[in-house]
Every structure is written in C-alpha cells, then in structure tokens.
Nanobody
Framework: QVQLVESGGGLVQPGGSLGLSCAAS????????MAWHRQVPGKQRELVAT???????NYADSVKGRFTISRDNAKNTVYLQMNSLKPEDTAVYYC???????????????WGQGTQVTVSS
C-alpha cells in the first residue's frame, strides 16, 4: 500500500507564490511518474504538471512559465512551485503517482487527498 500526502496549500494574493509538497510512503520500490492535478468544484479534474523518474517534465499551457515541478527521489517527494499566481489557479491540488512496489511487480497509481490553494486579494 502507498499513501500520498500533500502539504503547503493556503491563501495567497494574486501575483504571489506558493510551494506544494507531496510525500509518498508505504511499499515503494520505485516511482515512475509523479504529477499534480487540480480541481474546482463543479469542474473536471485537470492535469497541471508531470515529472518522470528521468526528470522529464510537462506542463499544462495555463501554467507554463509560472509553475515548476520537481522531485526528490531520496525522499519520495514531488514539489510544485507556483509563481505569479492568478485567481483562476484557485483549486484543490491533488498529488498523483505511478508506483512500483516490487521489482518484478506492476505499476499502480495513487492519489493524495488534496490540498486547497486559494488565490485572492
């Protein structure tokens, strides 16, 4: 079993910055991909950014140039640094990871419980 726990959400002003963290724990052999998604009530969850185990990154067009995803493999942690925040960035941000728990086993996916980010003056 693998658990993902997000932290770092909160209230920030437009133009401000906020950093999110997501730590994976449990039975982990390797983590291939980690990602951040976000969801606003009444809307579908959307992909924000992804990072592979080789540090290849991809970003949603809406956050390119403003957000940076990174990971610390020694800590099984993924980060999302959010700069130049806009009110439309307000959402619950969810951590996602594709994890291999055994060296010869399958890759499974996991979701965190989410952390609220509110951008408002």
């Amino acid at each position: 079993q693998v658990q993902l726990v997000e932290s770092g959400g909160g209230l920030v002003q437009p133009g401000g910055s906020l950093g999110l963290s997501c730590a994976a724990s449990g039975s982990i052999f390797s983590i291939y991909t980690m990602a951040w998604h976000r969801q606003v009530p009444g809307k579908q969850r959307e992909l924000v950014a992804t990072i592979t185990n080789s540090d290849s990154t991809n970003y949603a067009d809406s956050v390119k140039g403003r957000f940076t995803i990174s990971r610390d493999n020694a800590k099984n942690t993924v980060y999302l640094q959010m700069n130049s925040l806009k009110p439309e960035d307000t959402a619950v941000y969810y951590c996602f990871a594709i994890v291999r728990s055994r060296g010869t086993g399958p890759f499974n996916y996991y979701w965190g419980q989410g952390t609220q980010v509110t951008v408002s003056s």
